[in-house]
């Protein structure tokens, strides 16, 4: 990697960062996106394909087109998101880590902003850029938008998108601010503070794992910001696509396991108290739309939380909790019966 001075600040050399793309039987997609990331990225970070134990062809068409600019990790096994990622770090020697999905487009300059906000203030912990829908350009994307939230009950939102309602990119949050959580489709952390909160949560598997990560790193006093000078572009939906009720199962149950582990400010037994009444409702909507498989997928989301209940309550006392994480009680209702579309209505 050579490293060119031409940044608006130059000390961006300094900081040894890693791009680590996580692949599994993702040959189709490294072919669509990695050479971008290569193409503009190569010069300032070192480039790693982390491949979670793939049957496909990915490694061997990552060693034969990029034999010099990326380098191998390979897992042994499938552990999903948070394992396939906390596997592969232990391997890297980096100051800064950047989680990149395998179907992310970049561009020329998405990298000098990113890295110099972590240059610019010590107590940034966790940032992410803008992320567009790459198959409508001039949207944000439902992965992270421009930065995300949650409410008091767990719900997460963005700026730019609450729930399934994305907003178009018109410049309007162009500004760098701090969030509550920063997407895993593309996150920048300091490699020291990832390993200090204990990486991610491999009971969570997949699915809003960085959202549980973010804020036990919040909750550690750090800042965590969306940088509007970076964009990039995300095509979404390659694991698991939002009809798929697995992706039901997992958000469903990845909320409440954070809610438990990290809530401050109200009683979270209150919290799940709610939040299993609005599940019921959410499932009850499933029904009417024709969509068992999504009811059946709520019910083992709360048999698979329960289970996992005295274990959370574990992780709940290891955690240092401070800060108070909500802007909005409730976005269910601010987006279904006040008509709450965008982020800046919520203001």
Known sequence: MVCFRESKNPFICNVKTAIVILNWNGRSLLERFLESVVTHSAH????????????????????????????????????????????????????????????????????????????????????????????????????????????ALGYPYCRGRIFDHCEEDTGQYNDTVDVQWASGACLFIRAKLYWDANGLDEDFFAHQEEIDLCWRIKNKGYRIVAVGDSEVFHLGGATLSSANPQKTFYNFRNTLFAVVKNSTGVPYLLLVLIRLILDGIAGFKFLLEGKPKHVLAIIKAHVSFYRHFPNL???RKALKQSHQYYQVWSIVFKYFIKNKKTYRDLL
């Open 313 to 315: 309550l574990k992780k």
């Open 44 to 151: 300032l970070a070192t480039i790693y394909l982390a491949d979670n134990a793939s049957t496909d062809s990915s490694v061997a068409y990552c060693k034969e087109h990029f034999p010099e600019d990326v380098k191998i990790i390979q897992n042994k096994e499938n552990g999903g998101y948070a394992k396939g990622y906390n596997d592969a770090l232990r391997h890297v020697d980096a100051d800064l880590y950047v989680l990149l999905n395998s179907d992310v487009k970049v561009e020329k300059g998405w990298l000098e902003p990113m890295v110099s906000v972590f240059v610019t203030s010590a107590s940034i912990a966790v940032a992410q850029p803008k992320i567009k829908d790459l198959k409508r350009p001039t949207l944000f994307e439902y992965a992270g938008a421009a930065g995300g939230y949650i409410d």
